[in-house]
């Protein structure tokens, strides 16, 4: 059973940051690609962030680039979304996600099989 389990959220103001983590199950974390998507109330989800299963492969959606930067820990089974200058738009449920893709291209996050139960940024 696949287990997502993230922390981090919380209210900030905007120009802020924050940095969520998300623990993952141990056989997850070394063979999955692993992201974070996020979903505002009544907004469609919209990928932030995904990297590849060593970490060498990472991306982050032009609405986020330059001010939010994905990483992982392998030995903490831990991933990351570093979060600065927040904007008001930000305002989201924030989800951590994984799928295992051996060959494949770790893709958008949105798409991914597994996902934890959130946590809540509110940027005001």
């Known amino acids: 059973h696949v287990q997502l389990v993230e922390s981090g959220g919380g209210s900030v103001q905007a120009g802020g940051s924050l940095r969520l983590s998300c623990v993952a199950s141990d056989y997850v974390y070394s063979s999955y690609c692993m992201g974070w998507f996020r979903q505002a109330p009544g907004k469609e989800r919209e990928g932030v962030a995904a990297?590849?299963?060593?970490?060498?492969?990472?991306h982050v959606a032009d609405s986020v680039q330059g001010r939010f930067t994905i990483s992982r820990d392998n030995a903490k089974n831990s991933l990351y979304l570093q979060m600065s200058s927040l904007e008001i738009e930000g305002t989201a449920m924030y989800y951590c996600a994984a799928e295992r893709r051996l060959l494949a291209p770790c893709g958008d996050a949105r798409d991914y099989k597994y996902r934890g139960q959130g946590t809540q940024v509110t940027v005001s």
């Open positions: 990297i590849s299963n060593t970490g060498q492969a990472s």
